[in-house]
């Protein structure tokens, strides 16, 4: 930590510390205006969250109750607790469930000066084995680029045990920033109205996304288990800096504190002490591990600048393959031995959920003869790695390769690996192999929930380019580009199962659901292609 920064920080402690706490409730009139929401589920505990809307800055108690019937007919388990403006008046309770109600359904809701929230609805992870269990997972909802159409679908698909959000939950851009397009025809500009910076601006971005009805309703109906990635911070972040942060914008670390606290906050997340080591593990009977991991903001080295490797327009592949090749960190020492650690050979599935793609992944060739126009200008560069069996997107695995190969080192004494990414706003499927040849295990990246995709940039072009993407990248098994949407991952002893359910539009609350092939997994195996 720099020596400014520090201070700023220390200050910022004391301030708080030294906040004047008043526990009389005094009638304030309250409302809970950013719903409820639940996450972490454990074997034995479950966080539950709310908000409280007040217009005063006097700390307040709130009494929370859990119950096995919607109607709180019989309360298993209750408290009180205490929230202030240091925290933003978030509520969040780690609840201990008794055991007697693992793996079921339990309600829970909140109560402040007489007014009760809305009632959520979550689990704990079974101790047992289920016959099957059902995980969604998604990333890349953008406020101002439409409806969280995909939301409510999950919120409403009774199968669905767990929700995952792979980061990108929301976007620190200004209102006219990165696909904003249509959002004042939506009713969905961005407030504040300019590029997060401060913790006050982190918290109205929250808390905009948090009045979002679709995204309300699913916290309401499932727990979530979620990861930052950049754009929680703010775009390409890495350990110190980041693509969108320039040096007129503040002292960076600075504004990571600021992010993650709010970050905090808003989401229905276990805090530990350290509050960067956001990695976690989760378990259900011996059927699944499920490792989060963060590749984004503890140890990530800076990642390759592709401009730098043009003189006078040229290319030079030689040198960009050589920088590409060197080490560089994208897990660290401390998360690679946690995997280590943490990984068992009893589970039947070892799941990763993370922010990015880890196949490689090569530009078809058939783009070097797409019409220059119809791309952005920032992509024009990208166009020279077509059809060169290069990677192009040095912010994913792919800028990390001898950090990936460590890790495939690892997971090769797990069973049966799935790892789960978003980031990319499109849909992939691959299998994974290292270096030499030997299977890993398989890829599922999770379309956007509304973030813009292949058939934005180049409508219905985008078709034929996942077909080139098909052709040229010999393990990838299905991706689409033209929906948004999740992914659906049903586990059970034997096999698993994975289905892609899209929106047909996120620029309407009318559409039509749209689902993808189906693709069954087997242990230890990779998917045929044109299975
Ligand atoms: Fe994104």
Same mark, same amino acid.
């Given at each position: 930590?720099?020596?400014?920064?520090?201070?700023?920080?220390? =200050?910022?402690?004391?301030?708080?510390?030294?906040?004047?706490?008043?526990?009389?409730?005094?009638?304030?009139?309250?409302?809970?205006?950013?719903?409820?929401?639940?996450?972490?589920?454990?074997?034995?505990?479950?966080? @539950?969250?709310?908000?409280?809307?007040?217009?005063?800055?006097?700390?307040?108690?709130?009494?929370?109750?859990?119950?096995?019937?919607?109607?709180?007919?019989?309360?298993?388990?209750?408290? =009180?607790?205490?929230?202030?403006?240091?925290?933003?008046?978030?509520?969040?309770?780690?609840?201990?469930?008794?055991?007697?109600?693992?793996?079921?359904?339990?309600?829970?809701?909140?109560?402040?000066?007489?007014?009760?929230?809305?009632?959520?609805?979550?689990? =704990?992870?079974?101790?047992?084995?289920?016959?099957?269990?059902? &995980? #969604?997972?998604?990333?890349?909802?953008?406020?101002?680029?439409?409806?969280?159409? #995909?939301?409510?679908?999950?919120?409403?698909?009774?199968?669905?045990?767990?929700?995952?959000?792979?980061?990108?939950?929301?976007?620190?851009?200004?209102?006219?920033?990165?696909?904003?397009?249509?959002?004042?025809?939506?009713?969905?500009?961005?407030?504040?109205?300019?590029?997060? @910076?401060?913790?006050?601006?982190?918290?109205?971005?929250?808390?905009?996304?948090?009045?979002?009805?679709?995204?309300?309703?699913?916290?309401?109906?499932?727990?979530?288990?979620?990861?930052?990635?950049?754009?929680?911070?703010?775009?390409?972040?890495?350990?110190?800096? #980041?693509?969108?942060?320039?040096?007129?914008?503040?002292?960076?670390?600075?504004?990571?504190?600021?992010?993650?606290?709010?970050?905090?906050?808003?989401?229905?997340?276990?805090?530990?002490?350290?509050?960067?080591?956001?990695?976690?593990?989760?378990?259900?009977?011996?059927?699944?591990?499920?490792?989060?991991?963060?590749?984004?903001?503890?140890?990530?080295?800076?990642?390759?600048?592709?401009?730098?490797?043009?003189?006078?327009?040229?290319?030079?592949?030689?040198?960009?393959?050589?920088?590409?090749?060197?080490?560089?960190?994208?897990?660290?020492?401390?998360?690679?031995?946690?995997?280590?650690?943490?990984?068992?050979?009893?589970?039947?599935?070892?799941?990763?959920?993370?922010?990015?793609?880890?196949?490689?992944?090569?530009?078809?060739?058939?783009?070097?003869?797409?019409?220059?126009?119809?791309?952005?200008?920032?992509?024009?560069?990208?166009?020279?790695? #077509?059809?060169?069996?290069?990677?192009?997107? =040095?912010?994913?695995?792919?800028?990390?390769?001898?950090?990936?190969? *460590?890790?495939?080192?690892? &997971?090769?004494?797990?069973?049966?690996?799935?790892?789960?990414?978003?980031?990319?706003?499109?849909?992939?499927?691959?299998?994974?192999?290292?270096?030499?040849?030997?299977? &890993?295990?398989?890829?599922?990246?999770?379309?956007?929930?509304?973030?813009?995709?292949?058939?934005?940039?180049?409508?219905?072009?985008?078709?034929?380019?996942?077909?080139?993407?098909?052709?040229?990248?010999?393990?990838?098994?299905?991706?689409?580009?033209?929906?948004?949407?999740?992914?659906?991952?049903?586990?059970?002893?034997?096999?698993?199962?994975?289905?892609? *359910?899209?929106?047909?539009?996120?620029?309407?609350?009318?559409?039509?659901?749209?689902?993808?092939?189906?693709?069954?997994?087997?242990?230890?195996?990779?998917?045929?292609?044109?299975?």
């Amino acid at each position: 930590m720099q020596r400014r920064s520090f201070l700023k920080f220390f =200050t910022f402690l004391l301030t708080s510390l030294s906040f004047k706490v008043s526990s009389n409730n005094n009638n304030e009139k309250i409302s809970f205006n950013h719903g409820v929401a639940s996450g972490d589920p454990t074997n034995t505990n479950v966080i @539950i969250w709310t908000r409280v809307t007040k217009v005063s800055n006097k700390s307040i108690n709130v009494n929370w109750e859990i119950s096995d019937d919607i109607n709180f007919l019989k309360i298993i388990h209750s408290g =009180t607790t205490k929230t202030s403006a240091h925290k933003d008046f978030t509520v969040k309770v780690d609840a201990k469930i008794p055991k007697k109600y693992n793996g079921t359904q339990i309600f829970y809701r909140f109560i402040c000066n007489n007014n009760f929230s809305p009632v959520g609805s979550t689990i =704990t992870l079974p101790i047992y084995n289920p016959h099957l269990f059902n &995980i #969604a997972f998604c990333s890349c909802s953008n406020y101002p680029a439409g409806f969280f159409n #995909a939301y409510k679908e999950m919120a409403k698909n009774k199968e669905i045990d767990l929700v995952l959000h792979l980061g990108d939950y929301l976007y620190e851009y200004e209102k006219n920033g990165y696909a904003s397009e249509n959002s004042n025809e939506l009713n969905r500009v961005s407030i504040p109205s300019n590029e997060l @910076i401060s913790l006050k601006d982190y918290r109205l971005r929250h808390a905009q996304y948090k009045t979002d009805q679709d995204l309300q309703l699913l916290h309401k109906n499932k727990p979530m288990i979620v990861v930052w990635d950049d754009h929680e911070f703010t775009n390409n972040t890495w350990k110190s800096g #980041a693509e969108n942060h320039s040096i007129n914008e503040g002292n960076f670390l600075s504004r990571k504190i600021n992010a993650l606290k709010a970050y905090y906050e808003w989401m229905p997340i276990r805090e530990s002490n350290n509050k960067t080591n956001i990695w976690r593990s989760f378990e259900v009977g011996n059927l699944f591990q499920l490792l989060m991991l963060d590749t984004r903001l503890i140890s990530r080295d800076k990642q390759l600048d592709i401009n730098d490797f043009f003189a006078d327009g040229v290319f030079d592949y030689e040198s960009y393959e050589k920088d590409l090749n060197k080490p560089r960190k994208l897990l660290g020492n401390k998360q690679f031995s946690w995997v280590k650690n943490t990984l068992d050979k009893k589970y039947k599935w070892s799941i990763f959920g993370q922010q990015i793609l880890i196949g490689p992944q090569y530009l078809p060739d058939a783009l070097k003869k797409i019409d220059k126009s119809s791309v952005p200008e920032y992509m024009h560069i990208y166009l020279q790695l #077509a059809g060169k069996k290069l990677p192009w997107n =040095t912010d994913q695995w792919d800028g990390y390769p001898k950090e990936r190969e *460590k890790f495939y080192k690892i &997971i090769q004494n797990s069973q049966s690996n799935i790892i789960l990414a978003g980031d990319t706003h499109s849909s992939w499927l691959s299998n994974l192999y290292d270096v030499k040849e030997n299977f &890993i295990g398989i890829e599922i990246g999770a379309p956007s929930i509304s973030s813009p995709n292949g058939v934005d940039l180049f409508g219905d072009y985008a078709n034929q380019i996942d077909n080139q993407y098909l052709d040229e990248n010999d393990n990838l098994i299905y991706t689409n580009s033209s929906f948004k949407g999740y992914a659906l991952l049903s586990l059970n002893k034997e096999s698993a199962r994975v289905v892609y *359910k899209y929106v047909s539009t996120v620029k309407s609350t009318d559409y039509k659901n749209i689902e993808s092939p189906t693709f069954d997994i087997k242990h230890n195996q990779p998917i045929k292609i044109g299975a």
